[in-house]
């Protein structure tokens, strides 16, 4: 894997103040919008000593079902503000207290590529912004808003390029919440033992208990603590193909944002995690039931989102193996398939029998 020497990172510094974060601009009559800091040690991620540990009051996190990114290995931290809880009174739309900090780093092989940080901050806004790695590795510098092409090769002829802020908003601006991996099901205790590309959690991570326990949610639902979040499949393998599809692509297809008159919802929802006859969303909206996406070379009549015990003839499988930009799902952050998951969504697929998909 090779980074990018762009002319634009050498440069960064010097010409920094014409980059811009993702805050929307304010109305004239209030203060100017803030703006994410030029460089990543300027965030409050790191402490006295530099990037060699986090601040005080910044936390790891490990989502249970972490997001493909072309096998970029990542390290999650949060912050919040002093004191405050996040309102989970919606426990599938999670709103975080102004001045919450979060950061996601990218990083392929032992080099730092990108560090994305979502801050909260104001009462009615966030700012999205990406900073770029330096070759030294000893800090990162705001990427433009318009992201950076193609800075690292992931793959033969296949590279990694910085998001611009327009991306990070298609993503988090079509979920009920703009944060995507700090969530119930996320965080819940009950982790997935099949979870594609599961993560050890570090000492001291945060988890659905340790927030229970710190008094950091209002109201404080002990009950996520007491029997958490999980995706509602006996058996293990749709177990885990559907907390991935959750994770992978519920962002966008969720029964909220703008997406929802497809009629497609592969967001968990842990609001009825209680009904034991509630079936799992990604489940009830994609097995043998018919799309508008028709698998190539097949009669829209033979092509479903999943067809029971059929992967050739799934939509669904189609679109996660594809990487042409008409068809690829998800259709950003990624340029290099998911082999991982795909076998595991081609298993649970290829489990479903029609007897068995009717009687679920």
Known sequence: MRLART?????????AAVAVAGAVAAPATEPPAPRAPQRLSETGLYGPIGIRSVAPGVEAFVPQYPLWTDGARKSRWIQLP??????????????????????????????KVETRLIWKATDSGWVFATYVWNDEQTDAVLAPETGVPQVLEVAPGKR?????????????????????GFSALQLSDDRDPLAPHAEPLPKGAVTLRTLVGTDRLAPRRPELAQNPPRIRERDPVARAALGYLSANCGGCHNDR????RLGLVL????????????????????????GRYVVPGLAPEDSRRVAPGAPDRSALLHRLRSRRPSSQMPPLGSVVADEQAIALVRSWIESLGPTRAAAH
């Open 267 to 290: 967001l968990h929802d842990v609001t009825h995690d209680d009904d034991r006859a509630a079936p799992e969303p990604a489940h009830a909206t994609t097995v043998d039931t018919a």
């Open 257 to 260: 944002g703008p997406l929802a």
């Open 7 to 15: 002319p634009w990172l050498g440069q960064a510094l010097a010409t």
């Open 82 to 111: 002093q004191g405050a809880r996040i309102d989970v009174t919606d426990v599938d739309a999670w709103r975080f207290p102004t001045g919450t900090k979060l950061w996601k780093e990218f990083a392929w092989g032992e080099r």
């Open 160 to 180: 990694h390029s910085i998001p611009a802020i327009a991306d990070c908003l298609t993503c988090h601006g079509l979920a009920p919440s703009p944060v995507l």
